[in-house]
């Protein structure tokens, strides 16, 4: 269960009387619901209120779930005053709160500006210290933009015209048990149903605050329900917090997986050296006698430059010592053609096919890629690919590789896709990050003998696509 769904799940219990027990000697909330009307009565009389007109009676349809005997169901607006004006001087300093300076979810909490009343009091809603505001509108109110105002400058304030305001009469309710009904799933999901306006600008209707069904306990209960959900609160903010950081966890867990046993792979720790394999320095002088004049001879490393233990049939490479990098053609807009007899290939097109150009210039065979060439995009997006289109022509921010025969081209993939993640990770944050030709020929790398290095592809293979399938 979510976080979400469990706060759900409380409020749930809280507004059909099973969070707490009911005790008969605080009484049914009949008499309750009659003390409320005597007090409105009162205040009708007295001129502090006006007279509402009379609701409908609640329909045996309307009812959503049983509640307790000693509970009654009564509609919002029979006992509480809806959207009071204040009568205030103009000069007094107010609170003033736009929709921003309420807090949504399951927090009672706002912020406001000082106003003085003048500058406030026309075009804007009306409240005051513990008024509770209802957002209205669309997503506001499904986001349970909801508070009991409190400790207003002067005890007042007014803010948006996307808020309700509730008001108590002479503490006859709890405000917080009424806050709670506010925030419930139920409250919210039936507001949803009555939204009307258009999209984006949808608020719930104007008669459904007024006309909603309401479970009203004693209010004695009422105090026992709120201290009962204030006391559950902390408790799920905790487990809020560890269903996250698991929730985190799950959806780190393929690619730091993938991660660690592609490190594991280049460290030698995947599969067992065998002797009769040979060594990699072996390896690297067989290298050495093909004729591929740009490849340069090994240098040696120093400590620093070691990036990790390695087994001692292993040695260290730079990536120049067994590849060749090949850039590709840095294209002028007016060369990109909408067809042609070429596909240029892009960073982008290595993801998608949706947008192509083309080609109608011949280039040096270097500058075409086929089928099975092992690729690399150092811009945006970079890493290792290996192309598995039509024979194309490769943009400037590619480079195709070329390698010795005595590299296995896919350990070859593998083993420049871990070291583009400790590139990544050296980034400190960059928007985007890049590589230079020059920094990518001195990366050190590790080089096994080749018998080796196709047992590690093969186990990699085998254990890659597990990660993929826990995506």
């Known amino acids: 269960m979510t976080p979400q769904e469990l706060k759900n799940s409380i409020l749930q219990l809280a507004i059909q009387g099973k969070l707490v027990e009911q005790r008969p000697e605080e009484g049914t909330a009949a008499e309750l619901f009659r003390q409320i009307q005597a007090e ?23 009812i959503p779930f049983e509640i307790p005997e000693s509970w009654k169901w009564v509609r919002i607006a029979s006992i509480v005053t809806l959207n009071p004006k204040n009568e205030l001087p103009d000069e007094l300093d107010t609170a003033f709160i736009p929709m921003p300076c309420v807090s949504d979810g399951y927090r009672n909490e706002h912020t406001y500006e000082i106003q003085k009343w003048g500058s406030i009091k026309k075009g804007f809603t009306h409240f005051a210290d513990k008024d509770i505001g209802i957002a209205k509108i669309t997503p506001c109110f499904q986001n349970r933009k909801s508070v009991v105002f409190k400790d207003l400058p002067n005890g007042y304030g007014a803010g948006t015209t996307e808020l309700s305001i509730v008001r108590v009469i002479e503490d006859t309710l709890s405000r917080e048990f009424l806050l709670w009904f506010f925030k419930s799933e139920y409250f919210i999901s039936n507001g949803k149903k ?8 949808q608020r719930i209707h104007k ?15 009422q105090k026992r329900i709120v201290a009962k959900i204030e006391e559950l609160l902390p408790l799920i903010d905790r487990y809020e917090q560890a269903w996250s950081r698991l929730e985190d966890f799950n959806k780190r867990f393929p690619v730091d997986m993938q991660k660690s046993i592609l490190q594991m792979a280049i460290q030698g720790k995947l599969v067992e050296q065998r002797p009769e394999e040979g060594t990699g320095e072996e390896l690297y002088r067989r290298i050495q006698s093909e ?5 340069k001879t090994v240098p040696i490393l120093s400590d620093e430059e070691i990036p990790f233990d390695i087994p001692e049939s292993w040695i260290f490479v730079r990536v120049e010592n067994i590849a060749i990098l090949h850039n590709g053609r840095a294209y002028k807009q007016n ?14 097109n290595l993801f998608t096919n949706n947008k192509w150009y083309y080609s109608d210039l011949e280039l040096e065979s270097t500058k075409y890629c086929d089928k099975g060439d092992l690729l690399y995009s150092w811009s945006a997006s ?15 921010h590619i480079w195709k590789i070329e390698f010795s025969k005595f590299i296995d081209k896919k350990y070859l993939y593998y083993l420049l896709l871990a070291d583009t993640d400790r590139i990544k990770q050296s980034g400190h944050g960059l928007a985007m990050i890049h590589v230079t030709k020059a920094g990518t020929e001195k990366r050190v790398l590790p080089l096994p003998p080749l018998a080796e290095q196709k047992r590690i592809v093969a186990r990699l293979e085998e254990l890659l696509p597990l990660c993929e399938r826990l995506k």
């Open 40 to 62: 409105k009565q009162a205040l009708i009389k007295a001129g502090k209120i006006k007279k509402e007109k009379p609701l409908p009676e609640i329909t045996e349809d309307e």
């Open 194 to 201: 009555s939204f009307t306006g258009t999209a984006g600008q």
């Open 207 to 221: 008669d459904y605050l007024a006309t909603c069904a309401f479970p009203l306990p004693p209010l004695a209960e």
């Open 291 to 295: 004729e591929i004049e740009t490849i």
């Open 335 to 348: 060369e990109l053609l909408e067809k042609g007899k070429y596909p240029v290939l892009r960073v982008g």
């Open 382 to 396: 970079f890493g290792p690919y290996i192309w598995n289109g039509e024979k194309v022509v490769y943009h400037y």
